[in-house]
């Protein structure tokens, strides 16, 4: 109820109001602003085992358990990635950045949204694959 400003038919309003929470991985702004955050990362030295960028995915030492920037891999059209999806009440997004391809890919959503729902897997596919016939052999 704290967040719910009125309504009109199936439309709900929310108040003002910003994420400030474990689970956004403290990335705040737009789209083209987190993409232009993770590329920089991508020009950073040091790859973590993953082979993702450092810090991505590594935790981060602190008092209690140990927390980091909720990241996790996975591999599409035969490319690496790390990144990260969730949301909350009136926003969802997920990231990626794809290391070898020296690529990321963003995406926000004005809806609600708590899991993985995978939605950069079907969207990055065809960009993926077109990129990977592209770069150069390793």
């Given amino acids: 109820?704290?967040?719910?400003?009125g309504g009109s038919g199936a439309w709900v309003r929310l108040e003002h109001h910003q994420a400030d929470a474990q689970a956004c991985s403290g990335l705040i702004g737009n789209a083209a602003g987190v993409?232009?955050?993770?590329q920089g990362l991508l020009g950073r030295q040091g790859l973590a085992s993953s082979g993702c960028p450092s810090g991505l995915v590594d935790s981060v030492p602190m008092v209690g358990?140990?927390?980091?920037?909720?990241?996790?891999?996975?591999?599409?059209?035969?490319q690496h990635?790390?990144?990260?999806?969730?949301g909350g009440v009136g926003h969802y997004g997920e990231w990626r950045v794809y290391p070898r391809l020296q690529a990321v890919s963003v995406l926000l959503l004005n809806r609600a949204g708590l899991r993985d729902e995978g939605l950069l897997g079907r969207i990055?596919?065809?960009?993926?694959?077109?990129?990977?016939?592209?770069?150069?052999?390793?």
């Fill in 1 to 5: 109820d704290r967040f719910v400003a």
């Fill in 35 to 38: 993409a232009a955050s993770l």
């Fill in 65 to 78: 358990p140990g927390r980091g920037l909720g990241g996790f891999t996975g591999w599409l059209e035969g």
């Fill in 81 to 86: 990635w790390c990144g990260q999806a969730g």
């Fill in 124 to 138: 990055d596919k065809p960009l993926v694959a077109a990129l990977a016939r592209q770069a150069p052999r390793a």
